[in-house]
C-alpha cells in the first residue's frame, strides 16, 4: 500500500511538473522576436482596432504561422489590410529582420506602411520594397515594438489560395526566429 501511495505522489508530481511548463519557444531568452498580427479591414472598411478581430501571435514563437494566422476570404478585386506588429522579447537590445512574401500575379503587395493605417496614407513612410525584398529591420530595445501595415490587394483567381508569411529573424541570434501569417483565399 505504502509503494502505491509513493507512485501516486510521485505520478502527480510529474503530471504538476508537466502542466506548467510553457510552450516551446517560450520563456526569457537573450534574443527573441515576437510576431503579431491583426486583421484590419477589406478594403476601405478598415477602422482602427475593430471588433472582434483580436491580435494573434503575442508571446507565441514559431516558424509554421501556427497560431498566428489569419485567413481571410475576399471577393476577386478587393484589397484587404493587415497590421503586424514586431516586439523585442528578448533581454537584450537586437535588431529584428523583417521578410515578407513577394505576391504574386494574383496577390499583389501593394504597400507596406509604418504604423497603423486604415487608409493608403500618403504620408507613412513606405517600406513596401524593404518588406518585399527581405532587408526592413527594426532597432528594438527590450520590449519595444514598431507597427505595420500590410496591403495586400487581389487580381482574378477565383480559388486560388495565397499565404503571405512574414517572418522575424534576430540578428544578435539567427535561430531566434517567428512568423506570422495572412492566408488569403479568392472566390
Not at 32 to 52: E, F, H, R, S
Not at 130 to 147: E, I
Request: net charge positive; glycine share 12%.
Amino acid at each position: 500500500m505504502r509503494r502505491g501511495r509513493v507512485l501516486a505522489v510521485a505520478f502527480f508530481g510529474v503530471l504538476l511538473t508537466l502542466s506548467v511548463v510553457p510552450e516551446a519557444g517560450a520563456g526569457t531568452s537573450s534574443f527573441q522576436p515576437d510576431g503579431w498580427i491583426k486583421l484590419c479591414g477589406i478594403n476601405i472598411g478598415c477602422t482602427i482596432d475593430p471588433l472582434p478581430h483580436p491580435w494573434l501571435g503575442k508571446d507565441i514563437y514559431n516558424t509554421t504561422g501556427r497560431k498566428q494566422t489569419i485567413s481571410v476570404r475576399l471577393d476577386n478585386g478587393r484589397g484587404v489590410r493587415f497590421w503586424i506588429s514586431v516586439e523585442n522579447d528578448g533581454t537584450q537590445a537586437d535588431t529584428v529582420g523583417v521578410i515578407g512574401c513577394p505576391g504574386n500575379r494574383n496577390f499583389i503587395v501593394n504597400r507596406v506602411l509604418l504604423g497603423k493605417h486604415k487608409d493608403q496614407d500618403p504620408n507613412a513612410k513606405d517600406l513596401t520594397r524593404k518588406y518585399k525584398q527581405g532587408t526592413l529591420s527594426f532597432d528594438l530595445a527590450p520590449g519595444h515594438k514598431q507597427v505595420f501595415t500590410l496591403n495586400i490587394l487581389t487580381y482574378k483567381g477565383v480559388g486560388e489560395t495565397y499565404l503571405c508569411v512574414t517572418t522575424l529573424r534576430s540578428v544578435g541570434d539567427a535561430g531566434a526566429q517567428d512568423a506570422v501569417v495572412a492566408k488569403l483565399t479568392i472566390y
